[in-house]
């Protein structure tokens, strides 16, 4: 192959995800600027021979996006099994709602949907992946909001945009959260720890479960809305936290009612708040952050569906209405209510974006007025 041929060959593998079939204007735009052949007059061998090959090599481009974009695609999809990367480790919330739905699309759809557990780095290892995936609908991520949106202000050094690199294809299901404290911190109330953070200041602390998780968020603004000055030591998932808090080597932690719950009715934890709007049935007897005057720590961790920002539309489409179909089934309802979560209504593609970008710009302000450092 001569060098321009090999150029409009490198420029089709570098913009083949936009849909635009580059190569074969490439190509087209090289031939007309050479000088057409006089009427009678016989086209040049060499000439004959590269335009029969951009022929091929077009017809080839044009017929494979014609099968990766359009409708015929999703019906067939999938046609192999489907991985949904979890970017945190086996257990908890995100890797129950993955295995919850994981099921759930395998019986609808008669494939496989393996879950794969990509922790680390704060959720960006797994979030990486997908984001650089093949964009085809066979690479899924299964994700908390922390590395795709609300927690994205608290990473640094991120190897991807999520905006740009992933579509969210829906939202799944969100969960409260709930201030526990240590028994041997000897408190009974939310205006307890205040009190004595305020008498004390920076001799408490306060286990954060994730960098740039929602927990890390709303401790965060605890701190902002209170007025309290305390450490807050970071782990590299819930249980590590956990176990030092359970082991009194830190004071407080908020985390989702999935984790702390059982060890609240297990009278190892003293919970003082919770931050749904109300009261929570799992809770009765703990007032919410609201109730106590702190209507802006009544917020929940979230999770959502994305996939490679080029997947094709159909195949997106497809997910979503499969996904929204799967969160009205009451087995389904069921089992993300026994762990302590709401599933989320419907919601369209353009519904999801729209949410996970909303929750990015009020969190990147909250890290912002808060002077937190990104980790």
């Not at 050479?34 to 017809?59: D, L, N, S, Y």
């Not at 890390?216 to 000055?229: E, I, N």
């Not at 702190?294 to 195949?315: C, H, Q, R």
Request: aromatic letters at 6%.
């Amino acid at each position: 192959m001569d060098q321009r041929a090999q150029g409009s060959m490198q420029l089709h593998q570098t913009d083949r995800h936009t849909g635009i079939g580059i190569m074969t204007t490439a190509g087209a735009s090289h031939a007309a600027s050479r000088t057409p052949a006089k009427p009678g007059e016989p086209v040049p061998a060499r000439m004959a021979t590269r335009a029969a090959r951009w022929v091929r090599i077009g017809a080839v481009v044009l017929g494979s996006l014609g099968l990766a974009w359009s409708p015929a695609y999703a019906d067939t999809y999938p046609s192999k099994p489907v991985k949904i990367v979890v970017p945190v480790p086996p257990g908890g919330a995100n890797d129950m709602l993955a295995r919850i739905i994981g099921q759930q699309l395998q019986q609808r759809l008669g494939q496989a949907f393996v879950i794969d557990n990509k922790g680390g780095a704060s959720g960006v290892l797994g979030t990486n992946e997908v984001a650089k995936a093949a964009p085809d609908g066979y690479t899924l991520l299964l994700t908390y909001g922390g590395p795709v949106s609300s927690g994205l202000a608290l990473l640094k050094s991120v190897p991807y945009q999520a905006e740009r690199d992933l579509v969210a294809v829906s939202r799944i299901a969100e969960v409260y959260q709930v201030m526990v404290v240590s028994p041997k911190l000897n408190v009974s109330t939310l205006k307890d720890v205040v009190s004595l953070c305020h008498a004390k200041p920076n001799t408490l602390n306060a286990s954060v479960n994730v960098p740039g998780s929602m927990a890390h968020l709303l401790t965060a603004k605890l701190g902002m809305d209170t007025k309290c000055k305390f450490t807050s030591v970071a782990y590299k998932g819930t249980g590590p936290a956990l176990n030092d808090l359970l082991g009194g080597h830190v004071d407080f932690t908020i985390d989702t009612f999935t984790a702390l719950v059982p060890h609240v009715n297990a009278g190892k934890l003293k919970a003082v708040a919770v931050s749904s709007a109300q009261r929570a049935e799992q809770l009765p007897n703990v007032p919410s952050f609201k109730e106590l005057g702190y209507k802006d720590l009544e917020v929940a961790t979230w999770f959502a569906l994305f996939a490679p920002a080029a997947t094709p539309s159909a195949v997106v489409t497809r997910l979503n209405r499969e996904m929204n179909e799967i969160l009205q089934m009451k087995e389904v309802r069921k089992a993300i209510a026994d762990m302590g979560a709401t599933p989320a209504q419907p919601n369209t593609v353009d519904e999801a974006k729209q949410f996970v970008h909303e929750e990015a710009v009020k969190w990147a302000r909250v890290v912002r007025e808060a002077g937190i450092a990104a980790n």
